[in-house]
């Protein structure tokens, strides 16, 4: 109510839409187009009217000056290195100022990991400046080895099913041991690279009998890593990584120009679960080349580095994709004169397409040409590259001429043939 008022209502215990409900009165989606924050939907009650006035006193001005204030993204680096593990938070381990901050606390001391902190609501311009520096909208955050795990909602998650303290171990920041006492992530690293592939079976995967999975999920996790060349399996999807170890891992793929398929293990326990036993490798990301496992966010990074990403990849026939701006260059400059068209000059699939074919002709020019609606990648690409926005498109020498009209009236006046024999 307002003014004793009724202004909205709302049925049923949607925590979300409340707190966009309220700050639509409150005029704070003046400043956020979106009142849903990572960990959002375990609030209610006060913690909505809580997330509300956290959003009016966020003014967009602030945010956009943390982007560019570089000496600010130096302090937060400097914070986010300064323990491999580091939460920012509301408050402080001792006394946490919201729920969400306490919830992840509690889950770190229960792993029993030493972890640093940085109380977000005594520093407005670290507390509005990490959103931007991490992408991520809410507190807390936390962090292991400079790499953003997330929010409360996937460090709860994460705990759940084991595998925060998994992910923990695999960084070398908690101790596991086997049965004879060597650290297991340590055995992994010191292990020749054909032993720390796990002593694969010839068909791909460890024998299912001495592997503790169904003979039914051995052969689904196989259909799965061999559904693409470069398969990685993630937390969340590449457009959508839930992980700071999935982001990483996505953004190494896409520097080397690899294409890859991906598979979301948030979505399937039964396939999170089997495929770290299937590839004895106890964390997310993992990926896999060609049916091979390759390993995780860390192993990723020091190939790529170290450059043997590049020739892996290679050496299994998997060369990066070439860039759409360097194949329209290509195109584009593979005859003298090109035309990219509507059909092909034996059968035109529009008029104007049809009309430029003839002109060519006409002028006695020979011109090699590109059916666009072949492909659509290079049809919507090409009208960026020649800021030209219809077809058909005439080149000559790598340059643009023009389309069905200017090529047309070149012809009447006697310029076409002149022009195009320079």
């Known amino acids: 109510m307002q003014d004793a008022k009724v202004v909205d209502t709302l049925e049923g215990a949607n925590p979300s839409e409340l707190a966009n409900k309220v700050s639509k009165v409150s005029g704070s989606l003046s400043h956020v187009s979106s009142a849903t924050p990572a960990t959002l939907g375990m609030a209610a009650g006060m913690t909505v009217i809580e997330t509300v006035k956290e959003m009016n006193e966020s003014p967009q001005v602030d945010r956009i000056n943390a982007r560019t204030n570089t000496g600010l993204k130096g302090k937060l680096q400097q914070l986010v290195d300064s323990k491999p593990i580091f939460l920012f938070m509301k408050g402080t381990p001792d006394q946490p100022r919201c729920g969400f901050s306490r919830k992840v606390v509690e889950v770190l001391k229960e792993v ?84 720390a592939e796990f002593s694969r079976s010839d068909n791909g995967g460890i024998a299912a ?20 060349p470069i398969l990685l399996f993630m937390n969340g999807t590449p457009e959508e990584p839930r992980c700071g170890f999935s982001v990483k891992a996505v953004e190494i793929l896409r520097e080397e120009g690899l294409e890859f398929g991906s598979f979301n293990i948030l979505t399937d326990k039964e ?60 195109l584009v400059n593979s005859s003298p004169l090109m035309l990219f068209m509507k059909g092909t000059p034996a059968a035109p699939r529009c008029g104007f397409s049809s009309k430029v074919v003839n002109a060519l002709r006409e002028e006695g020019l020979s011109f ?12 919507q690409g090409l009208k960026t590259y020649s800021n030209w926005p219809t077809f058909p498109q005439v080149y000559h020498k790598g340059e643009l001429i023009g389309g069905c009209d200017i090529v047309l009236e070149m012809h009447k006046s006697g310029e076409l043939k002149s022009t195009l024999a320079e």
């Open 112 to 195: 029993g990991m030493e972890f640093g902190s940085f109380d977000i609501l005594s520093d407005e311009e670290v507390r509005e400046g990490m959103k931007e520096f991490s992408n991520w909208p809410s507190f807390p955050q936390l962090y292991c080895k400079g790499e953003l795990l997330g929010g409360c909602d996937i460090t709860l998650e994460m705990h759940q099913s084991g595998e925060l303290k998994k992910v923990f171990e695999q960084h070398g920041l908690l101790s596991n041991t086997d049965n004879a006492g060597e650290s297991i992530v340590e055995k992994a690293a010191t292990q020749p690279k054909s032993e």
């Open 209 to 228: 009998d001495s592997m503790g999975i169904t003979e039914s999920l051995k052969s689904r996790l196989e259909t799965i890593i061999k559904s693409s």
């Open 271 to 330: 396939v999170r679960e089997g495929l770290k036993t299937y590839s004895n490798w106890s964390s997310y990301p993992q990926l896999y080349m060609k049916d091979e496992f390759i390993g995780g966010s860390d192993i990723m990074i020091e190939m790529q580095k170290s450059g043997e990403l590049k020739k892996v990849s290679a050496e299994k026939g998997m060369m990066p994709k070439e860039s759409l701006e360097n194949r329209l260059k290509h």
């Open 368 to 379: 090699g040409y590109f059916d666009i609606l072949s492909d659509e990648e290079v049809r």
